[in-house]
């Protein structure tokens, strides 16, 4: 299995990550802010299990990678990098959204709509399946186990802290919203921090090695 060491660095990647505008996020809160708590959880569990679907594709794809191509940890680390620095400059760039900044024009849904569109926002969210691919081989060493093993272990790990902290985003969305809407200067902090962060971590990633 993966060191704690190493499994602590990707609980930080993935809590920067979570937080980061991005279409699962903004929808949440959106669905928060205008149908309430509620319906924002439901849309929640179908977001959630959407990562799962993304989980088991990567999974079994990264194992039958890694058997069929020795260059492929250096082609996703690569690509892992350039992805990091792509979403450190949507955080901040002049026309980008905070994750607070929410949509309130849609529609009330039925729970079996609210649902289905949670799982398919992240479903069809290319971007949802290019950090599976990209991130999670830098954690990977096949001394530790199975490919497939490891890397069901951080999409465990990566769920469990998406849908701790969207919780807890569904259930504050209005007053977080609303918080930030009057306090501006906070929003371009949040923005610059996480830049900061994803910045650091596609630095770590440029300078990591297959053991």
């Not at 792509?86 to 002049?94: M, T, Y």
């Not at 709509?113 to 096949?142: C, D, E, H, R, W």
């Amino acid at each position: 299995m993966i060191p704690l060491a190493e499994l602590w660095i990707f609980i930080i990647a993935a809590f920067a990550l979570v937080i980061t505008p991005g279409p699962n996020m903004l929808y949440l809160i959106s669905r928060s802010i205008t149908q309430g708590k509620k319906a924002g959880l439901i849309s929640l569990v179908g977001v959630v299990l959407g990562f799962l679907f993304h989980a088991l594709m990567v999974s079994f794809g990264l194992t039958a990678i890694f058997m069929a191509i020795p260059y492929a940890f250096l082609v996703l680390k690569t690509l892992g990098v350039g992805y990091l620095l792509w979403l450190a400059f949507q955080a901040v760039r002049p026309s980008g959204k905070s994750i607070f900044e929410a949509r309130t024009d849609l529609k009330p849904d039925k729970p079996g709509k609210l649902f289905t569109m949670g799982f398919l926002t992240n479903v069809l969210n290319p971007k949802i399946a290019v950090f599976y691919l990209s991130f999670f081989p830098q954690f990977i060493k096949p001394e530790q186990g199975t490919v497939l093993a490891q890397s069901l272990e951080l999409a465990l790990v990566q769920m469990s802290i998406s849908f701790s902290i969207n919780f807890i985003i569904v259930l504050s969305a209005a007053r977080l919203s609303l918080w930030f809407n009057k306090n501006p200067s906070w929003l371009k902090m949040q923005k610059w921090f996480m830049a900061s962060v994803l910045t650091g971590l596609a630095v770590k990633m440029a300078f990591t090695k297959v053991k």
